[in-house]
Each structure stands twice: as structure tokens, then as C-alpha cells.
T-cell receptor, first 110, second 114 residues
């Protein structure tokens, strides 16, 4: 079945640093979503992307829909302690179910 | 608008028992999906219900079942619980407009099987 490769699996950074993570697939998607999950909670939708090349921001977060439609990127600028959590990418083809990446666990040292 | 509500928040059961989890979607959302999440694992899709019909199903044994009511509320049931069923069970609703699946998740039910 379809799979999303999300990297890195985990990140350990200093507060104030910028963060980059990405998601790649062997299949083309027409929708990319990015979620964040806090410990013990459900994932919360951060950004939705619907067009190849689209660049969308939500505060300090910026996500891009790759030109090939097989990848997406999420950047977080000037990280703060509340950015800690697991970030998931998800892709959709047509009206099919969302496919989720395995997540990137972000840890921030104060 | 109220978000997705899942009850109970925590459950402790023993092997062999059965359990029912409940989910109330966002008002107006007709699609409800269920996911299992174990520590260190991603989100494993269980099933999706739309207008009271199961529309998609993941690769889980028949001990996992669900249903959706006319008001879009959904329940999932796990029978003959096993230790490996300990997980966070997440419900997500979606308007599913034009097939677009922007999922909104509840806080989950943390199930521990002893």
C-alpha cells in the first residue's frame, strides 16, 4: 500500500533554533496535511496544502507542497518549548483515506 | 463549534473482556474514522463510517468493530481484549466535502489491558 517516509524520526534542538522536517512518497498526492500531537492528546491540524508548489504559513510554521507532488516540508522558526511534540504528515489521493507518516518527535532543550 | 468528543478518557480492562468507546463528531461532520496509536507507532487506521455505513476498513481482526448512528455519533467495540490492544484510540471526524478528508481528532481514549 501507499507509504509516507517522514524524516527525521526524532530531533533534539536548542530553544530558538529553526526546525525542518519532510515527508516523501513514491506516489503522487493531491493533498498534504501537517498535524502536531501533544503527549496524551489527539493530533491537531496545523496546515493544509492543496496545490503543487503551494507555500503556506501558520505563525512560525511554514509548510510547502512539493513540485513533484510526492513530498512536503514543514519548517518551524525560532522554536519555543511549547513546540515539543510529535509532528505527523498526511497525504491524500483523490477521495481515498489519508495516509500518515510515522511522525517526527521534537524535543527542545531550554 | 464544539470539537470531537471521546468518552471515556481512560479505561482499564483485563484480558478477555470487551470494551465500547464512544465518539461524538463535530456538528455537521458526517464521516467518523477510528485510529489506534501505540507507543512509538504511527496512526493505524481501523475503519471509517459515513452516513451510518462502514466505508473503509483497515487491517485489523474482526474483534474490532464499530457503528455509526443517525446523529453521526459513533462507537467502536473491541471484544476478547488482548494485552496488545493497549493503546490510545483516536476518533476523527471530517465533513468529507468533495472527498476532501481534513480530519479533526478528539483527545482519545487511553485503553490499558491488564
Amino acid at each position: 500500500g501507499q507509504q509516507l517516509n517522514q524524516s527525521p524520526q526524532s530531533m533534539f534542538i536548542q530553544e530558538g533554533e529553526d526546525v525542518s522536517m519532510n515527508c516523501t512518497s513514491s506516489s503522487i498526492f493531491n493533498t498534504w496535511l501537517w498535524y502536531k500531537q501533544d503527549p496524551g492528546e489527539g493530533p491537531v491540524l496545523l496546515i493544509a496544502l492543496y496545490k503543487a508548489g503551494e507555500l503556506t504559513s501558520n505563525g512560525r510554521l511554514t509548510a510547502q507542497f512539493g513540485i513533484t507532488r510526492k513530498d512536503s516540508f514543514l519548517n518551524i522558526s525560532a522554536s519555543i518549548p511549547s513546540d515539543v511534540g510529535i509532528y505527523f504528515c498526511a497525504g491524500q489521493r483523490g477521495a481515498q483515506k489519508l495516509v500518515f507518516g510515522q511522525g517526527t518527535r521534537l524535543t527542545i532543550n531550554p | 463549534k464544539a470539537g470531537v468528543t471521546q468518552t471515556p478518557r481512560y479505561l482499564i480492562k483485563t484480558r478477555g473482556q470487551q470494551v465500547t468507546l464512544s465518539c461524538s463528531p463535530i456538528s455537521g461532520h458526517r464521516s467518523v474514522s477510528w485510529y489506534q496509536q501505540t507507543p512509538g507507532q504511527g496512526l493505524q487506521f481501523l475503519f471509517e463510517y459515513f452516513s451510518e455505513t462502514q466505508r473503509n476498513k483497515g487491517n485489523f481482526p474482526g474483534r474490532f468493530s464499530g457503528r455509526q448512528f443517525s446523529n453521526s455519533r459513533s462507537e467502536m467495540n473491541v471484544s476478547t481484549l488482548e494485552l496488545g490492544d493497549s493503546a490510545l484510540y483516536l476518533c476523527a471526524s471530517s465533513p468529507r466535502d468533495r472527498g476532501d478528508e481534513k480530519l479533526f481528532f478528539g483527545s482519545g481514549t487511553q485503553l490499558s489491558v491488564l
